[in-house]
């Protein structure tokens, strides 16, 4: 089953460098998929998303990476900045108007 | 750039209270969601709202719970007795149109004793 509680996966990574946020999700059905930042208190800040009809997605340093034959999902965030410490959240829908399910998240730190 | 906005930041209150949190959706969303997310945890989801009405929600959000969007601006959540275990940061979230991102407020962060 799933863990809880405080004890995230994390990423530690050089400033400067690439990172690879990976996220396995749980419903092949699965239309829709989004990458959000969650900064300390604050509410998840929209990065990314895709469809089930494409496999990659670029955006400013930011690539989605969608692989439909194992339900992965991966981030890629291009020269990685101090700023880019947060926690990241996958998410999932089937589409439509039906909810976004999160993943558990995977906590970046960037060291400068 | 438009904000979801959402009163109080943080709430105190007593096992058994009732509670309201309030939302300023983006004003032209049509779509408004209620998440929860424990601390440490994953964001959960907890009620959809479409055309006045609720179009899903889910196990959380039992007979305690209801929305609202009494005047065409504000979106509620409440929570009618609340219990220790309803501790969590609640987000507000919404979207003009279905299958697109969800815009998210920064959450209140509501704590029973």
């Known amino acids: 089953g799933e863990s809880v509680g405080l004890h995230l996966p994390t990423l530690s990574v050089q400033e400067g460098d690439n990172s690879i946020i990976n996220c396995a999700y749980s419903n092949s059905a699965s239309d829709y998929f989004i990458w959000y930042k969650q900064e300390s208190g604050k509410g998840p800040q929209f990065i990314i998303d895709i469809r089930s009809n494409m496999d990659k997605r670029q955006g400013q340093r930011v690539t989605v990476l969608l692989n439909k034959t194992v339900k992965h999902l991966s981030l890629q965030i291009a020269a990685t900045q101090p700023g880019d410490s947060a926690v990241y959240f996958c998410?999932?829908?089937?589409?439509?108007?039906?909810?976004?399910?999160f993943g558990k998240g995977t906590r970046l730190s960037v060291i400068a | 750039e438009p904000e979801v906005t959402q009163t109080p930041s943080h709430q105190v209150t007593q096992m058994g209270q009732e509670v309201i949190l309030r939302c300023v959706p983006i004003s032209n969303h049509l779509y408004f969601y209620w998440y929860r997310q424990i601390l440490g945890q994953k964001v959960e989801f907890l009620v959809s709202f479409y055309n006045n009405e609720i179009s899903e929600k889910s196990e959380i959000f039992d007979d305690q719970f209801s929305v609202e969007r009494p005047d065409g601006s504000n979106f509620t959540l409440k929570i009618r007795s609340t219990k220790l275990e309803d501790s969590a940061m609640y987000f507000c979230?919404?979207?003009?149109?279905?299958?697109?991102?969800?815009?998210f407020g920064s959450g209140t962060q509501l704590s029973v004793l």
């Open positions: 998410a999932e829908s089937l589409g439509g108007n039906t909810p976004l399910v």
């Open positions: 979230a919404g979207t003009y149109t279905t299958n697109e991102k969800l815009f």
